[in-house]
């Protein structure tokens, strides 16, 4: 087994060859143990067409200081995932979430500042100056920047191929069920919103009553985040529907599989990526609202120095710019924000305007995304 140098002798080593001239570029991806992240991360590269490798990221306690301190380093890491971090250096990094920043600018520097850093999410992306791309959901509501590219839609993993493959792989799904066959996927209580019992019996109820005015059915399909007490309260408002439940331990998800075989979708309104993967699909899509949970003090705050960053002027204005753009202030995000931009964009309608569905608008999805990736190797 190898053993796993020192920090002391990692940061020591020379810098690799660029392989910008390469045909294909060398492509790392970041991973770390949220699955958001991972199929964010990994959609972004399977779109881009390139062959890439994974690194997992494995993090100790350090993680929890603020990226501030920790600069472009690996402190973070435990030393088996520090391990595979070596030469020769990616032309690439794709990553997302907080935690992955300091090893990303790492690399970025063991590599002579030649590894491209394409940076996604909320809080890793918040500030844009580090990388080369950050990537930001307009409903984030972080500010313009030259290095920042505003999508409507998180990056997916959901795409023709692999619904393709998923509808070979699980035929039988909705066997029996009648057309139209509507699937009604469930998110949870977050920390911005509550799924209660109550609400997912009722839910259940109205969305039966939807397949049933158009003669058709439906399969209720939850998540990690839903629980026992809203799968029973499915049960319960919508007596007659199919119930397939997530479970930590199946072996396989049939998730891509209801995708597949639906002919509409329902998808609750707090899971961004429940609603990128449902768009992805070009299907009839509504959009079912979930309660929100009261604003915690923290977010009371950073929507009051948004807000002041958006209409004050004059030295207020700027502090407030300044505090969101170096980072010390987070904007809150905005679901409704997400939610009018797939009206506009033809591609969800509320679940208040339900009625017969009809074949969403073609969207052009991330090509614009797609385009600044690739523009950033050929500068190089």
């Not at 002798?9 to 770390?32: I, Y």
């Not at 007490?229 to 007596?239: D, H, M, T």
């Not at 300044?322 to 202030?329: Q, T």
């Not at 506009?344 to 990736?373: I, N, T, W, Y």
Request: hydrophobic share 40%; with cysteine.
């Amino acid at each position: 087994m190898t053993a796993v140098q020192p920090q002391a002798a990692l940061e020591d080593q020379p810098p690799e060859p660029s392989r910008a001239n390469a045909r294909t570029p060398l492509v790392w991806l970041l991973l770390d143990d949220r699955p958001g992240h991972v199929t964010q991360v990994v959609g972004l590269a399977e779109a881009l067409g390139w062959p890439y490798e994974t690194k997992s990221l494995r993090f100790t306690p350090v993680n929890r200081i603020s990226n501030r301190l920790l600069g472009a380093s690996l402190v973070t890491l435990r030393r088996d995932a520090a391990a595979g971090l070596r030469p020769p250096w990616p032309d690439l990094v794709i990553a997302m979430g907080r935690r992955s920043v300091p090893v990303a600018r790492w690399i970025k520097r063991q590599s002579g500042n030649r590894t491209r850093l394409v940076q996604l999410g909320r809080k890793g992306a918040n500030v844009a100056g580090p990388f080369d791309l950050a990537v930001s959901c307009r409903h984030f509501q972080l500010p313009d920047h030259p290095k920042r590219v505003q999508v409507l839609l998180p990056p997916t993993q959901v795409n023709a191929d692999r619904l393709r493959e998923a509808a070979a792989r699980w035929p039988e799904l909705l066997d029996g069920a009648s057309a139209p066959r509507v699937v009604l996927l469930v998110g949870g209580t977050t920390a911005h919103h509550r799924l209660t019992a109550e609400a997912a019996e009722r839910m259940a109820s109205e969305v039966e009553s939807f397949a049933a005015g158009l003669e058709g059915s439906l399969t209720c399909v939850t998540s990690r985040r839903s629980g026992q007490p809203v799968e029973s309260a499915l049960r319960r408002g919508a007596p007659g529907a199919g119930l397939h439940c997530w479970r930590a331990d199946q072996s396989e998800n049939p998730y891509l599989g209801y995708l597949a075989q639906a002919d509409i979708l329902v998808v609750t309104g707090e899971s961004e990526s429940m609603l990128a993967e449902a768009a992805a699909t070009a299907k009839p899509l509504f959009i079912y609202p979930v309660a929100a949970r009261p604003r915690s003090l923290r977010a009371r705050l950073s929507g009051w120095v948004l807000a002041q960053a958006q209409a004050a002027r004059g030295w207020r204005a700027s502090l407030c710019s300044g505090l969101i753009g170096r980072g010390w202030v987070v904007p809150p995000r905005d679901l409704e924000i997400l939610h009018r931009g797939l009206a506009e964009a033809g591609l969800a309608k509320p679940f208040s305007e339900a009625g017969v569905p009809q074949r969403p608008e073609p969207h052009p999805g991330q090509s614009r995304l797609l385009d600044r990736v690739r523009l950033l190797l050929e500068r190089r």
